[in-house]
């Protein structure tokens, strides 16, 4: 018997034939496409796998690979899929290749999160060496009594007015100060970073070191050739600074101070009565002018023994080097806000000058006739 073959049933029908044609130039365009489809596949799949490997460990410079896969259970084919027109496969099999490449890039999207995230320690939080602080602005002219108020309300601990009378390694000798009896002078006036929970000591060795800082910039060749140290221009620049209210008149004050002092005259500095009475708001007394203290600058002639506060840079310059003028006197002027001063060579036009302030003060019922 002959064995069945299915070609000799067609071997004459040029129908067949045809038909036969044509499926076999489906078949090859078919593999065709799956040849494009497989290596467009493995392209993408190289690019991942070079992306993956760029990705290195910061601590050990190598790549992370990736856990394996789970292991799963066989499933069943899926049930065939009714057959479908060429343009329906055709719109099919561009959604597919569309959804391998948008599948790969969430891939390495997902990796690159999660290498981030072991490369920075498994955590989101910023890691920061900036200790926490506090500022505190201690303004021109303050004294000891002043700054230790206004750290105790800012929260600062320990006692200031204990800590600002001598600091280990700091030698007020150093400026011409003999015995100084506290740091007066050397406090110098600036606004301070302290620690979270700052003491005394914190901020008066930032402002000695402030003030080495400072003074260190500043000429002192003019007052020593008038026999000054550098602790008489502190002493000097301490009253210029409760005394002047208006820049301009810093290096005036000065001049009238230096003059005073080479022609031997008492300085008469009302600043020194009211801290050597503690009376900084009400008018000065006729028995105020009259105090037995080393501060009174009426009935002491030269210079007080300390600084009356702690001065800013510009009345340090401003006492180290005075204006060129020849004035001895000085007195506010009526109706100054700020105050400012009517400055006076002879006696006599001081006079008229306090006869002035005097009549306006009387107007204002014994306060100042200033702002």
Do not use: W
């Not at 299915?6 to 130039?25: I, L, N």
């Amino acid at each position: 018997m002959t064995e069945f073959d299915p070609r000799d049933r067609f071997a004459d029908d040029e129908a067949a034939r045809e038909r036969g044609r044509r499926r076999t130039e489906r078949e090859a365009r078919r593999r065709e496409r799956a040849a494009r489809d497989r290596e467009t596949r493995s392209t993408l799949a190289e690019r991942v796998k070079g992306l993956l490997q760029g990705f290195a460990s910061p601590t050990d410079g190598k790549a992370r690979s990736l856990p394996p896969p789970v292991a799963r259970p066989p499933q069943p084919p899926p049930p065939p899929k009714p057959p479908r027109a060429r343009g329906e496969a055709f719109r099919r099999r561009r959604l597919a290749a569309a959804g391998v490449l948008a599948a790969a890039i969430a891939v390495v999207v997902a990796l690159g999160a999660v290498i981030h995230h072991y490369s920075s320690g498994g955590t989101s939080e910023v890691a920061t060496n900036t200790a926490p602080t506090r500022e505190i602005t201690i303004p021109e002219g303050y004294d000891r009594e002043q700054i230790a108020e206004m750290s105790q309300k800012a929260g600062i601990s320990g006692d200031y007015m204990k800590a600002s009378e001598g600091f280990k390694g700091f030698d007020p000798a150093r400026y011409g100060a003999e015995t100084p009896q506290t740091l007066e002078g050397f406090l110098f006036p600036a606004t301070y970073e302290l620690p979270r929970h700052p003491t005394a000591a914190d901020l008066v060795v930032r402002q000695l070191s402030a003030f080495q800082q400072y003074v260190s910039q500043v000429n002192m060749s003019y007052a020593r050739s008038k026999n000054l140290t550098p602790f008489d221009v502190l002493i000097i620049a301490s009253m210029i600074e409760r005394e002047v209210q208006v820049a301009k008149e810093r290096k005036l004050v000065a001049a009238v101070i230096y003059n005073r002092l080479h022609a031997a005259m008492p300085l008469q500095i009302d600043a020194t009565i009211r801290y050597a009475t503690g009376n900084f708001t009400q008018p000065i007394t006729e028995s105020e002018l009259q105090v037995d203290s080393p501060y009174n600058t009426y009935t002491n002639a030269g210079l007080p023994p300390g600084p009356i506060d702690n001065p800013g840079l510009d009345s340090i310059e401003a006492a180290a080097h005075p204006a060129d003028v020849p004035y001895l006197y000085y007195v506010v002027k009526p109706g100054t806000c700020p105050a400012q001063h009517t400055f006076a060579t002879t006696e006599a036009k001081f006079e008229r000058a306090k006869a002035a302030y005097d009549e306006a003060r009387a107007a204002a019922g014994g306060n100042s006739p200033t702002c």
